[in-house]
Structures are given as structure tokens and as C-alpha cells.
């Protein structure tokens, strides 16, 4: 079940997705929500502050505090309208150390929900892997283009027999326990043929029908075409509402970095992902 929800609120209210969408998942289960605000004066963290005058430091601060404070006050509107339990905070270190304040904010969540980073500086691209990497629990990414909230008539869980696939699947369970018609999809390569892995789906069918869902394999043969493409042309081909997958990644001077697939998803999905590591 999910009862409390980890959100990284947007401070631009012209593309802010997010708020809806997670409000609309505390309704559903009844969940506590709590919002966290970024203010980071000076952007991106990864080059230095530039030694600016103090008093244009000071300005900038303020904007972005100001901006932080108008985002808790539009959730805190949108909770209180849909009479939902919440808190709300502002963070105001720098990248990456907000990222992983979200991160362990969310370890004492069930589910954290992050808007899809626009570009490569967007600061919801460290958020997204630190949460996805750091914070133990699953991670609901919503697509910068999403207008609609949580739908549930058609959820898809990509399977390749991982680990990190039978996570993802595993903690989806209140959602797919919710959803009208739930897809075990297999993107067929070499990985998935091979008998080790495990992959064939039947016996996570059976799994998820010991929980009660009813569950379609479909098995998707994609030689030439890489997983990302294979998996966003059936979601779009299909009217997928929410996908769910394992969000992979490998160590890097004991850093998380994301692999190919997952980085390629994030990049390019027009549908909700759920995501476990």
C-alpha cells in the first residue's frame, strides 16, 4: 500500500506536471504527502559560484526563495483543496547535496514522484538518480508533457528476468493491484533468450496471479531495434497509462551512473515510468 509520497516540487509554475500527478496518487491511496522545494541561488552544480558582487548574490537568492515559497504555497493549496495530510520544506544546499537530501527524505517514503528533467542541466536529472539509487524505494517519473493525473486502464511492466526488473514489479503491486489491464512485456533479444536468465515471463504471470491480477505476456521480437525505441513504440502504439521497469545503473568512483536503457527512457518518455533499482 502507499501512504506516504516523497515530492520534488517545481518552481516554475508554467511547467510544473508533477503536482497533479502526485496528488492524484495520494487521493487514490489516502497517502501523506511530502513536498520538497529546491533553492539553489546560483543553478547547476557542477561549476563554481563566480565571484559576483555580494548584493547580486542577494538578489538572486531572493528570486529563488521566492520561487521556492510560491511552489510550497501552490501545493499546500492543492493539498489542502483535496484534503490530504502533508508537509512541505525548502532546500537550499546545492547540487548534488539537495539531490541527496531528497533521497534520504524519500527512504522513509513509499514512493517518490519527480518531473522528467527538460535538458541535461536540469537539476530533476541528479534528483532522479539519486532517488532512484540512494533512497531504496521506488521512483514515479512524470513526463514534462503530462497533463492528465494517475490513469490506470492500461499498465505495462517490462520484464527481462533482472533483479531490478522483479523490484520494479514487486513494489508496483498497490498500482497494479488498482489498474483495469496489466501487461508483462518482453522486449525478445539475445538477453531474453538466453534459459539462465529466466526471462520467458510465465512465472511472473503466475506471481502476479497469486496477487490476484490478471496479466497478458506479450513478447515483442526486436533484433534490430534497441529496447528504448521497442518499448516507447508499444507504449505509444498501445495507450499505455504507466510503465513500469527496473531502473539500472552502474558504479562510477562510487557513484551510481545510469545505463543506456534507462537514461535513453528518461530522455524520451511520454508516458509515466515507475521505476525500481
Same mark, same amino acid.
Given at each position: 500500500?502507499?501512504?506516504?509520497?516523497?515530492? $520534488?516540487?517545481?518552481?516554475?509554475?508554467?511547467?510544473?506536471?508533477?503536482?497533479?500527478?502526485?496528488?492524484? /496518487?495520494?487521493?487514490?491511496?489516502?497517502?501523506?504527502?511530502?513536498?520538497?522545494?529546491?533553492?539553489?541561488?546560483?543553478?547547476?552544480?557542477?561549476?563554481? /559560484?563566480?565571484?559576483?558582487?555580494?548584493?547580486?548574490?542577494?538578489? /538572486?537568492?531572493?528570486? $529563488?526563495?521566492?520561487?521556492?515559497?510560491?511552489?510550497?504555497?501552490?501545493?499546500?493549496?492543492?493539498?489542502?483543496?483535496?484534503?490530504?495530510?502533508?508537509?512541505?520544506?525548502?532546500?537550499?544546499?546545492? *547540487?548534488?547535496?539537495?539531490?541527496?537530501?531528497?533521497?534520504?527524505?524519500?527512504?522513509?517514503?513509499?514512493?517518490?514522484?519527480?518531473?522528467?528533467?527538460?535538458?541535461?542541466?536540469?537539476?530533476?536529472?541528479?534528483?532522479?538518480?539519486?532517488?532512484?539509487?540512494?533512497?531504496?524505494?521506488?521512483?514515479?517519473?512524470?513526463?514534462?508533457?503530462?497533463?492528465?493525473?494517475?490513469?490506470?486502464?492500461?499498465?505495462?511492466?517490462?520484464?527481462?528476468?533482472?533483479?531490478?526488473?522483479?523490484?520494479?514489479?514487486?513494489?508496483?503491486?498497490?498500482?497494479? $493491484?488498482?489498474?483495469? $489491464?496489466?501487461?508483462?512485456?518482453?522486449?525478445?533479444?539475445?538477453?531474453?533468450?538466453?534459459?539462465?536468465?529466466?526471462?520467458?515471463?510465465?512465472?511472473?504471470?503466475?506471481?502476479?496471479?497469486?496477487?490476484?491480477?490478471?496479466?497478458?505476456?506479450?513478447?515483442?521480437?526486436?533484433?534490430?531495434?534497441?529496447?528504448?525505441?521497442?518499448?516507447?513504440?508499444?507504449?505509444?502504439?498501445?495507450?499505455?497509462?504507466?510503465?513500469?521497469?527496473?531502473?539500472?545503473?552502474?558504479?562510477?568512483?562510487?557513484?551510481?551512473?545510469?545505463?543506456?536503457?534507462?537514461?535513453?527512457? *528518461?530522455?524520451?518518455?511520454?508516458?509515466?515510468?515507475?521505476?525500481?533499482?
Amino acid at each position: 500500500m502507499i501512504k506516504a509520497i516523497t515530492l $520534488k516540487l517545481e518552481t516554475d509554475a508554467e511547467r510544473d506536471r508533477s503536482l497533479n500527478y502526485a496528488i492524484s /496518487i495520494a487521493k487514490t491511496f489516502d497517502a501523506h504527502v511530502s513536498a520538497m522545494a529546491f533553492c539553489d541561488p546560483l543553478g547547476y552544480p557542477q561549476y563554481p /559560484i563566480p565571484k559576483l558582487p555580494a548584493s547580486v548574490i542577494a538578489n /538572486i537568492t531572493e528570486e $529563488k526563495e521566492r520561487e521556492a515559497r510560491a511552489a510550497t504555497a501552490r501545493f499546500q493549496k492543492a493539498a489542502e483543496e483535496n484534503g490530504l495530510s502533508f508537509d512541505h520544506e525548502i532546500v537550499t544546499h546545492r *547540487l548534488p547535496h539537495s539531490a541527496a537530501a531528497f533521497a534520504v527524505k524519500a527512504r522513509r517514503a513509499d514512493l517518490s514522484v519527480i518531473q522528467q528533467a527538460e535538458n541535461r542541466d536540469d537539476e530533476n536529472e541528479a534528483i532522479i538518480e539519486a532517488a532512484l539509487f540512494d533512497s531504496g524505494r521506488p521512483v514515479l517519473i512524470v513526463p514534462y508533457i503530462q497533463r492528465d493525473g494517475l490513469q490506470l486502464d492500461h499498465v505495462v511492466c517490462c520484464w527481462d528476468g533482472s533483479s531490478t526488473a522483479a523490484r520494479a514489479v514487486n513494489d508496483a503491486l498497490p498500482l497494479l $493491484k488498482r489498474a483495469s $489491464k496489466v501487461e508483462v512485456l518482453i522486449i525478445s533479444n539475445e538477453k531474453t533468450e538466453d534459459s539462465r536468465h529466466q526471462a520467458s515471463g510465465t512465472d511472473i504471470v503466475k506471481h502476479l496471479a497469486r496477487h490476484g491480477i490478471e496479466v497478458a505476456l506479450k513478447v515483442v521480437p526486436a533484433p534490430d531495434v534497441d529496447v528504448n525505441n521497442a518499448i516507447q513504440s508499444y507504449t505509444g502504439d498501445h495507450g499505455v497509462d504507466l510503465v513500469v521497469m527496473g531502473g539500472y545503473g552502474h558504479s562510477r568512483l562510487r557513484e551510481f551512473v545510469l545505463g543506456g536503457v534507462t537514461r535513453s527512457i *528518461l530522455g524520451s518518455m511520454t508516458t509515466p515510468v515507475f521505476m525500481s533499482h
